[in-house]
């Protein structure tokens, strides 16, 4: 069992940064695949990036790739998200999940565990 609290959104302009982070609480962090997903108003939630439990790989969804970055700090406990060169079709709620598994998953119905997700908003 595994509870994740995400933090760090909010308003930025176009162009901007924003650095979005994943509190788990349990003693097997490490072992657990952390993902991030997206839900825009109106859209289905969204892979956005994942990483394996040694953060040895990582996954990123294509309109995302060299701008966002995950990481995690597994003494810590956390997953971080970070996001440059933010646009306006990047404005979302971000959840960040977690599954047991060697894997990284893009489907939604692979990951046990869900944050209650945090508004980022780009505004131009």
């Known amino acids: 069992q595994v509870q994740l609290v995400e933090s760090g959104g909010g308003l930025v302009q176009a162009g901007g940064s924003l650095r979005l982070s994943c509190a788990a609480s349990?003693?097997?962090?490490?072992?657990?695949?952390m993902a991030w997903f997206r839900q825009a108003p109106g859209k289905e939630r969204e892979f956005v990036a994942g990483?394996?439990?040694?953060?040895?790989?990582?996954m990123y969804t294509n309109s995302v790739k060299d701008r966002f970055t995950i990481a995690r700090d597994d003494a810590k406990n956390t997953v971080y998200l970070q996001l440059n060169r933010l646009k306006l079709e990047d404005t979302a709620v971000y959840y960040c999940?977690?599954?047991?598994?060697?894997?990284?998953?893009?489907?939604?119905?692979?990951?046990?565990?869900w944050g209650q997700g945090t508004q980022v908003t780009v505004s131009s």
């Open positions: 349990g003693r097997t962090f490490s072992s657990y695949v």
């Open positions: 999940a977690a599954r047991v598994g060697a894997f990284v998953s893009r489907k939604l119905h692979e990951y046990a565990y």
């Open positions: 990483t394996t439990g040694t953060g040895g790989f990582t």
